[in-house]
């Protein structure tokens, strides 16, 4: 209902609730302990291996004997499964999204007051997304370590002008002309909408981002790679842009070397959830390095089994700052890789690494010999005439190809996307589709690839006809 009277205000008047919405949410996140929370961050980053395993046993020495007695969802498991020791991580069971969409209250600890928390909701790409409660403490620890390793490794703090790309409907979808973003003054933010990237109009958005002086980007990976396209097609260059970072997404190769290109400043991605149970940031040695103060990590095969370091699998994770919510052996639905412990960066910090996030696990195709294919990226190099393109699973033996073709794009072009995709997927059937643009998912993102065949296909069922 709010959002609705939101978006029926003249243009203009929109960046007034959009700041009063901004001073609140400031309240929420900083405090007079930040800057030395900011600190004692960067003091824990030359802390070892074994501090660091040292110190996250203590806190699950804390975490889980509570949570196994005051959380509703985990007394009746726990109830139900005596005799196994419930301070040891891994004998709790792997939580699954859908468990906390049906009832998150029963994931709070028991007798605490919600009106004295900050609800949050995750983004929501299913379209379903999951109600979060934060405590100002965890809410101040989480935002600092934001302002410590998002911002200030690269030189800019919660005090710079910035512009983002992010999934809040700020203005209405169905709006076809400028202006397409609103000023929040309470951050200095100017917030842009991921909904109209439209070639037409990143003009607009360009000048937007100039007139709000800009200090850095944050944004969505495609929302920031569509404006960066726009700028070197008109050859436009924003000056004082200071560093890039990318969230949301994952951030390719051909897509830092495109913003690069176009904003003529260091790109870096960082990666972080809602839920609160993982996050990392990417150091100017080009290393992701994980927070380890934020969760505890696995990397599990389909047998919810451990993988080897390098080796990609799904990420579960507990989480550490956020006790009155804990959520344990928490499946994200992204698939990451685990550097070996111990592994060292060139930039001196000793957090540990993060060999790549690969995207959601939900994004991972199936071929009909009962191959998972994970990594398309090598199939759309930038050197193709493609501004954007999706490829959807619609069956084991058929691809839908969504694309907005560039200059120079021929039958050969769909030739060779065809065989690359066959040399990977098996003889499946590629369907294209070309497109002025491709719609954003409900959260504003651009899911470039996406899997909606049924499980029960995925396990072995023939494929369709």
Request: aromatic share 10%; hydrophobic share 35%.
């Amino acid at each position: 209902m709010l959002l609705g009277l939101y978006h029926r205000l003249p243009a203009h008047m929109r960046s007034l609730p959009a700041t009063l919405r901004g001073l609140y949410l400031r309240w929420w996140r900083y405090g007079p302990q930040t800057e030395q929370m900011v600190r004692e961050a960067h003091e824990r980053e030359s802390w070892s291996r074994e501090q660091w395993d040292r110190w996250q046993e203590e806190q699950l020495q804390k975490l889980l004997p509570r949570a196994a007695k005051q959380v509703p969802v985990y007394r009746a498991w726990w109830n139900e499964h005596k005799g196994i020791a419930n301070d040891r991580l891994e004998n709790w069971p792997i939580l699954e999204k859908e468990s906390i969409r049906r009832a998150p209250e029963s994931f709070v600890e028991e007798g605490l007051d919600l009106s004295k928390f900050l609800c949050e909701q995750t983004s929501g790409s299913t379209g379903t997304p999951l109600k979060l409660w934060w405590s100002r403490e965890t809410t101040h620890k989480w935002y600092a370590l934001f302002e410590a390793r998002w911002r200030l490794w690269n030189g800019v703090s919660r005090k710079s002008r910035w512009a983002i790309l992010g999934g809040q409907l700020i203005v209405p979808v169905s709006q076809t002309k400028p202006p397409f973003w609103v000023s929040n003054m309470a951050f200095q933010q100017l917030y842009l909408s991921s909904y109209h990237l439209k070639p037409e109009w990143i003009g607009y958005y360009l000048d937007a981002i100039e007139q709000h002086r800009a200090e850095y980007l944050w944004g969505y990976t495609s929302a920031l790679v569509a404006i960066a396209r726009g700028a070197i097609e008109a050859n436009r260059r924003l000056p004082g842009i200071r560093v890039v970072l990318t969230n949301g997404e994952p951030l390719e190769q051909q897509d830092r070397e495109l913003l690069q290109a176009a904003f003529n400043c260091p790109v870096r991605e960082t990666y972080g959830l809602s839920e609160i149970v993982t996050a990392a940031s990417e150091c100017t040695a080009g290393t992701l390095h994980s927070w380890p103060e934020v969760g505890v990590i696995e990397v599990l095969d389909e047998n919810n089994r451990p993988v080897p370091p390098g080796t990609v699998g799904d990420l579960v994770c507990t989480g550490l700052l956020n006790s009155d919510m804990p959520l344990i052996r928490y499946r994200t639905g992204d698939r990451a890789a685990l550097a070996p412990p111990g592994t060292l960066c060139s930039c001196g910090r000793a957090l540990p690494i993060m060999r790549c996030v690969e995207g959601r696990s939900d994004d991972v195709l199936y071929t009909t010999d009962g191959r998972s294919v994970g990594r398309l990226d090598p199939v759309l190099k930038s050197d193709l005439p493609i501004v954007e393109s999706q490829i959807i699973q619609e069956a084991t033996n058929r691809i839908r190809f969504r694309y907005v073709a560039a200059e120079g794009f021929t039958d050969l072009t769909e030739k060779r996307i065809t065989e690359q995709l066959q040399q990977r997927l098996g003889k499946v059937q590629v369907v294209w589709e070309r497109m002025d643009y491709i719609p954003r998912s409900a959260n504003g993102k651009l899911r470039t690839v996406l899997c909606t065949i049924p499980d029960k296909e995925r396990l072995g069922v023939p494929p369709l006809a």
